[in-house]
Structures are given as C-alpha cells and as structure tokens.
C-alpha cells in the first residue's frame, strides 16, 4: 500500500496550501459561504455531480462509475470556532476572535485531496457521495443537511466520518465500534428565592446557598446514581447570582453540560438532575426550574462498518500504526445523527504531539498537515474497497 500512499504524498503540497487558505479564513457554523464556495468549485472541476446549499451551507460530490449497485458517503466538517488564534502560525487566521481550533480545515483538505484521486484513477464501481457539512460546533448541521432530503437525495448504504485527535501518534488510525462518543445536553437552572438585606438573611430565601449546596448535590447524580460500569459527566460551567456583597438576590442560576455514552444513561442523568433541583431547592424554601436543552446524541458506530474499516486500515498502515477499538470519548460529535439513520463508523486520526498539538479549542491548536496524505489514502482506499467489494484493486 506504500504506493498510494507515495502518490498522495507526492502532490500533497497542493492541499496543504488549500488547508491554510481555509485555515486564514475561517466561517462559523452556516456562515461557510467561502469554504463551501470553494469545496464546490473544486469538485466540479474533477468532474464531480455538485449539490450546493444542502442544509444552508453544506455541500454533496457525487460520482458514479460503473453500473455497481453500492452507495457510500464520506463526510468532512467545515465550521470554525469563536476563539482568537495564538498559533503563532504563517497561515493564522486573519479574521480576530474566529479560527479552525477543531481541525475542520484539515477534515476538509483530506476529503477533498482523496476526491481528486478517485475522480482521476477511480478503482470503484458504483456511487460516491462526498459530504461537506456546516455547523458541526454545536450547530447541529447534521440534522439540517438531514432535514433538507440528504439520504433521500443522496441514498448512502453506509457513512464514515473523521477527526483528528492530539495525542495519538501522527497518522495513526483509532477505530472503535459501539458507543465511541457522548451525547451532550445543556441544562439552566434557575433558583427563584426571596431577596433582602445581607445584614438580615432571616427575612430572605437566599438562593445563592442552594445554588451552592445544588452544585455539590449533582455530583453525586454520577457516584451514585449511575451504573460505576458506565461513563456520565455532569459538570457545572457556570454560576451566576447577585451583584454586591450586602445584598441577597431573588434569583441564582447554574449552567450545566451533561454527558453520557449510554441512552439509557442520558435518560437517567436528566431525570435525576431534576429531581434533585426541585428536592434541593425546596428544603432552602426557593423554586427550582429547570431548562432542559437536548444536544448531540450518543455516537453508535456499527460493528460490521466498523470492522470493515479497520480492515482498511490495516491493509494500508499495517498493525503498528492501527488501534482497532480505542477508548471511548466524553466529547461530542454531530455525526452521531447520521449513525442513528444509516450504519457507518467514526474515527480518529492522530495529529501528533508536536507545536500546534495542543488539544482541540485551544487557541494554540494547528491541524497536523502531515495527516492530509495519510487521511486521504484511507479514504481513497475505504472507497475502492466498499464499492468494489469483489474485485482487485490496482
């Protein structure tokens, strides 16, 4: 497999320039008219059929060769993040207070440097739907790609996704099947009590003492509440009551980001912490109302997409470079939603621990260019081998 993966190396550079050309102009979720622009144009000029505006801002290349019956999507992310770049790189972004902290513009180069190399050499038979998708920081840009046909209009019989990950040796593959990825919910509680005078704490209902009392009662909504087997975060993000010290406010408000890799568990984290809320609230003699938002769900990856991509990716970097079922993670990642309607996998591919390979939103992140030669040879070779499962391949 050295040969395709010299290939790629050998033009390389043409993506990589790409990948700092997006990475100096970065868009936020459904404002990736640039990026879109780009991507679009890029596959039309390798002869790709181009749906633009799916789901406002995302993006489908379609190419068909052959008469094969198989469908497969592969999908890359294009949002940026709200944060000030301190990479200190060439190619920094030059929009202040926005830049690719996640890796999305290396997501992006990788997908569209294997697209050019199926669209010259091909080696498959049936249909390739390449996705570019908006929003996926929190935007749920999935579920809007979705909402507007994306399977109907594009039949995929499986989808993979991937994502970088600081850390893990650079180019190194990590696939997982089963839960790989937390679902990721938002509460705001809000502790109506009775205000007063600091001096005179009689005559109040001071929600700031349950709000502080509520913040350690949550924590044991995972010691002891959940299953010690499974994994659930409950963190406290935020905390805000009242403006001078003399004086006892009517109203406290936490912020909460709620995690889980079990749906069962999800269910449960939700049901507890209101209960709890309401419990805590009420022996201060203050009201608890709780705003629940639901985020991103569990990420499911299906056993037999999964081990056929870890088949790939032994074929192409052999045992060293491969963990064939890593440990799970308690971030969150849209793709989940794909997973719930079609079967597919979600990996990882290492971005090293060199300058730049701090974790992902940090201000100091830069995506690993090392890993777009790497990362499109897997998704060139994935490709050929799911739409010409019974052939050889050149």
């Not at 992902?360 to 010409?388: C, E, K, M, T, Y």
Request: glycine letters at 12%; hydrophobic letters at 45%; one cysteine or more.
């Amino acid at each position: 497999m050295t040969y395709l993966l010299d290939a790629l190396h050998a033009r390389v550079g043409e993506f990589v320039a790409l990948r700092r050309d997006i990475h100096r102009h970065p868009e936020l979720a459904f404002e990736e008219h640039r990026t879109a622009a780009l991507v679009a144009d890029k596959l039309e000029g390798w002869g790709y059929a181009v749906t633009r505006g799916v789901g406002g801002t995302g993006v489908v290349g379609t190419l068909v060769r052959g008469q094969g019956v198989r469908r497969l999507g592969l999908r890359a992310d294009m949002d940026a993040l709200p944060i000030h770049e301190a990479s200190g790189r060439e190619w920094a972004s030059q929009r202040p207070g926005l830049m690719h902290a996640c890796g999305h513009d290396g997501h992006t180069a990788m997908l569209l440097a294997a697209a050019r190399r199926l669209a010259e050499d091909g080696g498959f038979d049936g249909t390739l739907h390449l996705i570019f998708q908006p929003a996926e920081e929190g935007g749920g840009g999935a579920l809007r790609m979705m909402a507007d046909g994306l399977f109907e209009r594009f039949p995929c019989d499986a989808v993979f996704a991937m994502h970088n990950m600081p850390g893990v040796p650079q180019g190194h593959l990590v696939l997982r099947d089963g839960a790989a990825m937390a679902s990721s919910d938002y509460a705001t509680i809000t502790l109506t009590g009775t205000g007063g005078h600091g001096a005179m704490p009689q005559h109040a209902a001071d929600p700031i003492v349950a709000a502080a009392s509520l913040v350690m009662a949550l924590q044991t909504v995972v010691s002891r509440n959940v299953d010690p087997l499974q994994a659930a975060v409950v963190t406290v993000g935020a905390l805000h009551a009242g403006q001078a010290n003399n004086v006892i406010p009517a109203t406290a408000t936490l912020e909460l980001s709620v995690r889980a890799l079990d749906r069962g568990v999800r269910a449960l984290l939700e049901q507890r912490i209101r209960a709890l809320a309401e419990a805590q609230a009420a022996s201060f003699g203050v009201r608890a109302e709780v705003a629940w938002r639901p985020g991103y769900a569990v990420l499911v990856n299906s056993t037999a997409e999964t081990e056929f991509a870890r088949a790939v990716a032994l074929e192409l970097l052999g045992a060293e470079r491969v963990t064939l079922q890593g440990p799970p993670l308690t971030g969150s990642e849209d793709f989940a939603f794909m997973l719930e309607q079609r079967p597919g996998s979600y990996l990882l591919i290492g971005n090293g621990d060199g300058p730049g390979s701090c974790m992902v939103h940090n201000p100091g992140f830069d995506f690993n260019d090392d890993n777009i030669a790497v990362g499109s040879a897997f998704w060139v070779r994935l490709a050929q081998r799911f739409l010409n499962p019974t052939g050889e391949l050149a």
